[in-house]
């Protein structure tokens, strides 16, 4: 009987051990995401920056929206507050983890949906990569596009050109008008040149700061 007893609880466990197994794999298989730190967010800064309940400061990474007193920064922050204020996110670092005002550099997700794409499809951003943070960068350069398209947001308008034609390099993901000091700096092998502003963002190309092209 002793016997009995003890190979019925060996099944037993085994039994819950394998619905473990299978009740694991079918989560990890529905919530891909389920691994990531979930935190709430408590305070919207702007289009593209979001404070946590812990206290952190998220610069959302791949996407910029513009600044304050710019034609349609009212509207990104309001697009940003929409999708998440209030709401619990999951957050996935870039590679570096912060920049150097401290800001944490992540992806924010809720109900598994990407909200730096989010913004960008709404037409609120354009793309924003530095070398070391391309992980979705295919997927944000297909929601701009996606915006851009149906011409929404920010591409609701045809907008004035700058400049006769603009420089860009593939190595910096930055494109300038052509008298900026920084295209000399531009490696031969990474120029290349637009000659309308929107291809330059359609091809997930940001404006350089200095020259504001
Ligand atoms: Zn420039």
């Known amino acids: 009987m ?7 609880s060996i099944s037993f466990a085994l039994i819950v051990l394998s619905c473990l197994i299978v009740l694991f794999l079918l989560y990890g298989k529905r919530d891909p995401l389920g691994n990531l730190e979930s935190v709430r967010v408590v305070r919207i800064l702007d289009g593209d920056t979001v404070e946590l309940a812990d206290g952190r400061v998220v610069r959302l990474i791949g996407i ?6 710019q034609p349609g920064a009212d509207s ?3 697009c940003n507050t929409t999708l998440v204020l209030g709401r619990t996110v999951r957050l996935e670092y870039g590679h570096e983890r912060s920049d150097r005002y401290g800001r944490t550099l992540a992806y924010l ?3 598994g949906r990407m909200v730096n794409r989010e913004i960008l499809n709404a037409g609120w951003a354009y793309c924003y990569f530095f070398q070391k943070n391309l992980k979705h ?6 929601a701009l596009d996606a915006a851009m398209d149906g011409h929404r947001g920010l591409w609701r308008e045809p907008r004035p050109e700058t400049a006769d034609h603009y ?4 190595a910096g993901f930055r494109f300038h008008r052509p008298n900026c000091p920084s295209v000399a700096d531009i490696r031969k092998d990474a120029i290349v040149v637009y000659t309308a502003r929107d291809s330059a963002f359609y091809h997930g190309f940001s404006p350089c700061r200095n020259c504001a092209p």
């Open 76 to 78: 990104a922050t309001i």
């Open 2 to 8: 002793a016997f009995l007893r003890r190979s019925s």
């Open 109 to 111: 997700y809720i109900d």
């Open 137 to 142: 960068g295919r997927e944000l350069v297909q």
């Open 64 to 69: 910029d929206t513009p600044e304050k007193g």
């Open 167 to 170: 420089i860009g390099s593939n």
